[in-house]
Structures are given as structure tokens and as C-alpha cells.
């Protein structure tokens, strides 16, 4: 992408409404436009990054074996009413009528949607396990939409849902969801930390909160420090092998980290001193295990290998999609803007010409340009006619991890500079070598 025909509206000014680095970032590099209270408009960076964001997530859960669908936004709210929770959800479901009168509502997520999916179809434990997730967006009409997308109305999440014959198949789909959601979220750069919860209007009693640390997290959170040095790293995992999934959810769960909802001081006090934090925290996922509330109350039976029938066992398991943004910045930022991490990064790489006109750097970043997208790179080349400093500025706010410096004086003596936006360090090559280093980072990614 050339910078001079891209839309990039970045602002110089830091805007008066946003009260925390990464609303104040993602509206400075032009992610995104408010457009009524908790509601946005993705501008072509941000969608980006969402996209990215929307991939990694898709990756992880085919690879544990969940099969995408796509659900509606809007609802009938006698769906609703089977299960009971139409007037228990109160006013932070939008609720809306037709032309016919027929009473719907945005969905704020889909237990019901999908239990009625299931009964539809499924009658056999044969079928089973089966797990059904989609990426789609929901709307809580928040008392206090802030912060950005941290906390908006309307909102992109992850929400799978497991179907299985009995408590201890759907304990290990609860399992595989937290495996793999430490996957994804180490893939976007984070340390997410897995902690018990409470349920809330969902309902059950297993559950954990996946929270990143950060001063600015809405949740108080407590817990032995030792958690954030533990990394799943690059592990093989057999999705199907339940006592390999419970061994990992163990690693992850056995040390002290709660949320003020679960937190209980006399357990805490056993953690050795050194280790025991007091924090803040963004939730970024949550899996439940509920077991038969919403398959009782809507009639999604199986019939089991006895012949008998009965309801089948569920949990629903949801990733805050366009909320990580926000955590992803609260998390890897400095003071000249943002530091995407490989994973995430809306473009792996940009270019800046120094001069721009100058035949000789103009020719070097063109090739460059197209020598990183023969090997599948697309850099965003800011091509203005603008001084060094406005577009190094550019640069440092929309956080691309890696910049190429072009320009004429460099250039006779046969390099370019690589640099990193994390630690600031430079070092010179040739343009070949560059593309090269470029590509090496990312083959990992
Ligand atoms: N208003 C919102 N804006 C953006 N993301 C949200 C919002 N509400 C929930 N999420 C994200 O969706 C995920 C799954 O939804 P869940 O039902 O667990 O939310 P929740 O527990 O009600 O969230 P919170 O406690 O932050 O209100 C959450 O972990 C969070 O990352
Ligand atoms: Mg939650």
C-alpha cells in the first residue's frame, strides 16, 4: 500500500474525550471513528488489525476442532422467552420490533440461537461432540460505554458453544477452549492469565476470566506473579487427548489468580509474599461450562448409547475480538504511539523515503516494495513528498514493528536502514539483505 493513495486520517491533536492510551492511539492513527455512544465505524487501519485479529482467533479454534457458522445479529426474542432470560437481561439488550410487530432484539450472544440450531438437527450422541462457534457482532446497551472499543455498545466477539453426550466430554471441550485461548492470545503477543470467575447471568459454576494485565483493566485482579512467566510456546497439542489438555489447563490454573468476584484472601495468604500482586486487568475471553441449563429449558435431547433421552450438555466460551485492540495497545505501547506485535501488525513493515524525488531512492523503495510483496509481504510505503520527521512521526503512531529508511545518502554506499520500532535499533544493509530480514521475522509469525 502506497501511503498516497491509502485513507489514513491521522490526528495530530490528542482528543479531548479519550481518557486512556489506547482509545487516544486508535483514534490518532485513524483505526476508528465514533459514531454514537459505544459504536464505531473500523477505518481501513483498524479493520486491519481486527482482520488480523479475526484470523489468528479462526486459526486456533479449527485447529482445536470447533466448527465455524454464522449466526444473525438480530434475534426473535420467543427464543428468549424459552429460556427465561428475555426479562432477565434487561435493559442491556436492545430490543426492537418489526413492521409486522413481531418483537426481536440484537443479540448480545447466542446461547438460545444455537441450542435451537442444535435441536433441530441433532438427535445422537453419534453426532457428538461438536462444538459450533462464529465471530459476530453483538450489542450490550451499556450503562457506560468508554474507553473505546475496551467497552463499547456495539461489539465483535468470538462465541463458541460445545454440545457433548455427558458432564466429563464437555469438561474437556471447557479444557480445549482454555488451550486453546492461551494459543491465540500468545499468538497476538499477549499474556493472558486464566482466572476463576463467577458466572453471572450465564449461568454455571466452571468457569475462568482470561485477563491481561494492565493499570488501566477495569477488573481487580490477584494473583501469584509466577502465572505471567508461564508461555505455551510452540508445544504440539492433541486436541483430542483429554489427559494432554487437562495437564496444560493444570499448568495454567494451579498457581494463585483470581478477580475481586472470586477472590478469597485466606487462600491468598498462602502465596508466598514475594509473589503475591494486587493488579488491574482487561478480560479478553471467558469460557463457561453450564452443563444442561439451556438444553433443559429448550428441549435439545440426545439419546444416548442406553436409548435413553436426554438433554445434552453444553458450555459457551467468548473472545472480546474487538476489544484485544484495546488490550493489545494498553499492553505494547510507548510514548510516540503504538508497538504492534508481529502477529496483529496491520502492515509487517513500512518504508520511508527520505526523499522522495530523488530517482535513486524513489527506484530503491519501489523495489523494495515489490521485492517484500513477492514474498507474500505487503509494506505500507509512505511515498509523500513530506520531511523525515513527520514521517518517522507517522510511523512511530501507527506502531509498524519494522521500518525501512530509504534514502539517497545511505543508498551510495548500497544500504538501507532496518529498525525496530520495539527497541529503536538501527542497522544498515543492503536492500536485499533487508528484504530478507523482513522475511525471516515474519516466516515465524
Ligand atoms: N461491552 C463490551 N465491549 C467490548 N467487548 C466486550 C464487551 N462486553 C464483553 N466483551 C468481550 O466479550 C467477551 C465475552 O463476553 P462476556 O459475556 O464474558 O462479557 P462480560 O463478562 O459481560 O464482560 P464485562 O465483564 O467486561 O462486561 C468478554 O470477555 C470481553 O472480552
Ligand atoms: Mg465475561
Not at 483493566?217 to 505471567?228: A, C, H, I, K, W
Not at 520531511?387 to 509498524?400: E, Q, V
Amino acid at each position: 500500500m502506497r501511503l498516497t493513495r491509502y485513507f489514513l486520517p491521522v490526528l495530530k491533536e490528542n482528543p479531548a474525550e479519550a481518557q486512556i492510551v489506547s482509545h487516544r492511539y486508535m483514534l490518532r492513527a485513524g483505526m476508528i471513528k465514533q459514531q454514537a455512544a459505544g459504536i464505531y465505524s473500523w477505518l481501513p487501519l483498524g479493520l486491519r488489525v481486527l482482520r488480523r485479529i479475526e484470523t489468528i482467533v479462526n486459526e486456533e479454534q479449527e485447529r482445536a476442532g470447533h466448527i465455524p457458522l454464522l449466526m444473525p445479529t438480530l434475534q426473535p426474542a420467543d427464543l428468549w422467552r424459552e429460556s427465561g432470560r428475555y426479562d432477565d437481561y434487561g435493559q442491556e439488550m436492545l430490543r426492537i420490533t418489526d413492521r409486522q410487530k413481531r418483537e426481536l432484539l440484537y443479540g448480545p450472544t447466542n446461547e438460545e440461537m444455537v441450542t435451537d440450531i442444535f435441536r433441530s438437527h441433532v438427535n445422537s450422541y453419534k453426532d457428538l461432540p461438536l462444538t459450533l462457534y462464529h465471530i459476530q457482532w453483538k450489542f450490550r446497551d451499556e450503562m457506560r460505554p468508554r474507553f473505546g472499543v475496551m467497552r463499547g455498545r456495539e461489539f465483535l466477539m468470538k462465541d463458541g458453544y460445545n454440545f457433548d453426550i455427558d458432564k466429563e466430554a464437555a469438561l474437556h471441550a471447557y479444557n480445549r477452549h482454555m488451550v486453546s485461548y492461551l494459543r491465540t492470545y500468545e499468538r497476538m503477543g499477549l499474556t493472558a492469565i486464566p482466572m476463576r470467575a463467577a458466572s453471572g447471568p450465564i449461568g454455571g459454576d466452571n468457569t475462568h476470566e482470561f485477563l491481561v494485565l494492565a493499570q488501566t483493566g477495569e477488573s481487580e485482579v490477584f494473583y501469584d506473579d509466577r502465572v505471567t512467566a508461564l508461555k505455551l510456546g510452540a508445544r504440539e497439542i492433541d486436541y483430542d487427548d483429554r489427559a494432554a489438555v487437562a495437564d496444560v489447563c493444570r499448568e495454567f490454573t494451579t498457581l494463585y489468580a483470581r478477580t475481586d468476584e472470586t477472590h478469597d484472601g485466606a487462600v491468598f495468604e498462602a502465596v508466598p509474599e514475594a509473589h503475591r500482586k494486587v493488579g488491574r486487568g482487561i478480560e479478553v475471553g471467558q469460557i463457561f461450562y453450564f452443563g444442561t441449563k439451556y438444553s433443559e429449558a429448550m428441549g435439545a435431547l440426545v439419546v444416548n448409547d442406553k436409548g435413553e433421552r436426554v438433554p445434552v450438555e453444553m458450555g459457551s466460551h467468548g473472545i472480546g475480538v474487538s476489544r484485544l485492540l484495546g488490550a493489545i495497545i494498553e499492553a505494547s505501547h510507548d510514548d510516540k504511539g503504538i508497538i504492534w506485535p508481529e502477529g496483529v501488525t496491520p502492515f509487517p513493515v513500512g518504508i520511508v523515503n527520505l526523499k522522495q524525488g530523488d530517482a535513486a531512492a524513489d527506484a530503491a523503495c519501489e523495489g523494495l516494495y515489490k521485492a517484500l510483496a513477492a514474498k507474500g509481504l505487503e509494506a505500507l510505503y509512505d511515498d509523500r513528498d513530506e520531511r523525515a520527521g513527520a514521517k518517522f512521526a507517522t510511523m512511530d503512531l501507527i506502531g509498524l514493528p519494522w521500518r525501512i529508511t530509504v534514502g539517497p545518502r545511505g543508498l551510495a554506499n548500497g544500504v538501507v536502514e532496518v529498525t525496530s520500532r520495539r527497541t529503536g535499533e538501527s542497522v544498515e544493509m543492503t536492500p536485499d539483505a533487508a528484504v530478507a530480514r523482513i522475511a525471516e521475522i515474519y516466516a515465524g509469525v
